[in-house]
């Protein structure tokens, strides 16, 4: 029992950013929502901002001095792991293919997270460079 304790308020946090980070997905695809057999720029662009600032939260919040316990997975697990989404990036190549659209759904399927490890790459790459440059 004393483990779930521990863990209860992590669950809380990962649950209520879950549903912050996709409330926001969600808007976006209503805000720009993909065509019936258009590309899923929206879903594409969605994943990789969500890569990015997952790299901007790794360096800040590995640098911080103090960080409370819960802002990692409220943040990184909740907020933005409800905003990126693998599922849907699935369900898009599927229907591209199923479409007729192989190509398309090729190009998708490795365009993703080839974008997506760039994002975070360079998101990271770049907040370091920020952060020191801050420093001097």
């Known amino acids: ?3 779930w304790r521990v863990q209860a308020p992590v669950v809380a946090v990962v649950a209520l950013g879950g549903a912050v980070g996709a409330s926001a997905r969600y808007a976006a695809s209503l805000v720009r929502p993909t065509p019936v057999g258009g590309f899923p720029w929206t879903t ?3 994943n990789v901002l969500g890569c990015a600032l997952i790299g901007v939260l790794m360096v800040v919040a590995g640098r911080a001095r103090a960080v409370h316990r ?3 997975p409220f943040l990184g697990t909740g907020v933005l792991g409800g905003f990126t989404t693998f599922s849907t990036y ?3 190549v599927r229907q591209l293919v199923e ?3 192989f190509r398309a759904g090729l190009a998708y399927l490795v365009l ?3 974008a997506a490890l760039v994002a975070v790459g360079t998101a990271a790459w770049l907040t370091r460079r920020v952060l ?3 420093q001097a």
């Open 70 to 72: 819960l802002v990692r």
């Open 1 to 3: 029992m004393t483990a």
């Open 112 to 114: 993703t997270p080839s």
């Open 99 to 101: 479409g007729g659209r």
């Open 44 to 46: 594409l662009g969605v």
């Open 132 to 134: 020191t440059w801050r």
């Open 90 to 92: 699935a369900l898009d």
